[in-house]
C-alpha cells in the first residue's frame, strides 16, 4: 500500500489547523488563530476561542486541500484531536471532522493531542524510534512522557502541578509589560539580559522528580518586580526576562535528560510552543550532546497546534491497521494518553 493521504483537524485550543500529509510527507499545513481575539483578555478565552473555530473551519480545510492540491475524495482518511484540550473547541472540530468522514464516505481516526505533538517530529526528521522521551511545554501542557510507540500506550512521567510553561511564560509578560502571547516578547527581550542577575527559584515537587510546578517562579518574579516599582527603581526588564527564561529552561531540560538518563532512552522529542525558545533549544542541544542523547526538536512552525500534527498520527494509525472510529466519537476535553 502507498502511503496513506490524511487530512488532520486540530481544535484544541486557540488554533484552527488543518494539515494534510501523505505518509511522513507533508503537503499542507493551514492555520486561522483567534490568538489576537484573546490579547487584551491575557489568556485564551474558550466561548471565543469555540465561535473563531466555527468561522474558520470551512476556509481553512479548503485552504489545506487547495495547498495539498488533492481534493477531499482523495483523501484516505481523516484525523481529529479528540482531546485534551478546551471542550467547546474540540467540539467544533470533532463535530467538522465527522460530516466530512460522513460526507465523504472516509473512515474516521479520533487522536490523543500529545501524542500528535510527539508523532509530528516524523514529517521533519522521519520516524520515531521506541522508545523515546517527549518534553511537551505549551500555554495549555507541560508533560514529560515516554513512549514506547506513538501509536499505543503512552506512559506519563510528570507533570505541571500548576501554570503551563507557556502560561508562566505569558504570566511573568503581563508583570514586565510585554504583550501576549509572552513567551516570544520575553524570548526577544533576554538576549539583551543577563541571565545571572536574579536567582529566581527552580520549583521542585516532592516525591515527583519529573513533575513542575511554576507558581512559584511566578509569583516569585511578581514579588521582585513589585519591591524594585515600590522603591521607585527602574525595572531593568531584560535581566528580568533572562533570569526568568533561565529558570524555566533549566528546570525543563534538568527534568528530561533525567527522564532518559533514568529510563535509558537515548532520544529526546521536545515539542508545543514552548519548544520554540531560543534558549531552550539552545540549552537542549547542550546538555543532551553531554549526555549523549539524540534530540530531536521540530521546527517551530510544527511545534505550535497545527493540523500536520493531527494529520502525522492518524497517518501512522492507518498505515499500523489501526479500526477507525465510529460516528459517536466524542470530544473528550481530559482524554488521557492510555
Ligand atoms: O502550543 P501552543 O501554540 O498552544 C497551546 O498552548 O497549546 O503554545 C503557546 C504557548 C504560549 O504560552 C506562548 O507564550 C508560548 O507557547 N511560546 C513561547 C515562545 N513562543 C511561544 N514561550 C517561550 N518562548 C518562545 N519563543
Ligand atoms: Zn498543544
Redesign the pocket.
Known amino acids: 500500500m502507498s502511503a496513506p493521504l490524511v487530512l488532520g483537524i486540530e481544535t484544541?485550543?486557540?488554533?484552527t489547523g488543518v494539515g494534510v500529509v501523505r505518509g511522513a510527507e507533508l503537503l499542507a499545513d493551514a492555520l486561522a488563530s483567534s490568538v489576537d481575539e484573546h490579547a487584551r483578555f491575557g489568556g485564551?478565552v474558550p466561548e471565543v476561542a469555540s465561535r473563531a473555530h466555527v468561522e474558520a473551519m470551512v476556509p481553512t480545510v479548503h485552504r489545506a486541500l487547495e495547498a495539498a492540491h488533492v481534493s477531499l475524495a482523495e483523501v484516505d482518511a481523516i484525523a481529529v484531536t479528540a482531546g485534551p484540550g478546551l471542550a467547546g473547541a474540540l467540539l467544533v472540530g470533532v463535530a467538522a471532522a465527522k460530516a466530512l468522514a460522513l460526507a465523504a464516505g472516509k473512515p474516521l481516526f479520533g487522536v490523543n493531542h500529545l501524542a500528535a505533538?510527539v508523532a509530528v517530529d516524523r514529517l521533519a526528521h522521519g520516524e520515531l524510534p521506541g522508545p523515546c522521551v517527549a518534553l511537551l511545554?505549551?500555554?495549555?501542557?507541560s508533560s514529560l512522557l515516554i513512549v514506547p510507540d506513538v501509536t499505543g500506550d503512552v506512559e506519563s512521567l510528570g507533570q505541571t502541578i500548576d501554570d503551563?510553561?507557556?502560561?508562566a511564560?505569558?504570566k511573568v509578560?503581563r508583570v514586565l509589560g510585554l504583550p501576549?502571547?509572552?513567551?516570544?516578547h520575553?524570548?526577544a527581550a533576554a538576549r539583551d539580559g543577563d541571565a545571572q542577575a536574579v536567582a529566581f527559584p527552580r520549583g521542585v515537587v516532592r516525591d515527583a522528580p519529573y513533575s513542575f510546578t511554576f507558581s512559584g517562579l511566578k509569583t516569585a518574579v511578581a514579588r521582585w518586580v513589585e519591591a524594585r516599582e515600590a522603591a521607585g527603581e527602574r525595572v531593568p526588564v531584560a535581566d528580568v526576562a533572562a533570569s526568568f527564561?533561565e529558570a524555566v529552561v533549566d528546570v525543563l531540560v534538568t527534568r528530561a535528560v533525567a527522564a532518559c538518563r533514568d529510563r535509558d532512552v537515548d532520544h529526546l522529542v521536545i515539542g508545543?510552543?514552548?519548544a520554540?525558545?531560543?534558549r531552550?533549544r539552545a540549552v537542549a542541544e547542550q546538555r543532551c550532546a553531554d549526555a549523549h542523547i539524540r534530540l530531536r526538536v521540530p521546527p517551530?512552525r510544527l511545534?505550535?497546534?497545527n493540523g500536520a500534527m493531527v494529520a502525522a498520527l492518524g497517518a501512522l494509525l492507518v498505515e499500523r491497521g489501526a479500526a477507525p472510529a465510529s460516528l459517536d466519537l466524542a470530544a473528550d476535553p481530559s482524554l488521557s494518553l492510555t
Open positions: 484544541s485550543c486557540d488554533e485564551v505533538h511545554v505549551s500555554g495549555g501542557h503551563a510553561a507557556g502560561e511564560f505569558d509578560a501576549f502571547p509572552g513567551g516570544p520575553i524570548d527564561q508545543g510552543g514552548v520554540a525558545n531560543s531552550l517551530a511545534c505550535t497546534d
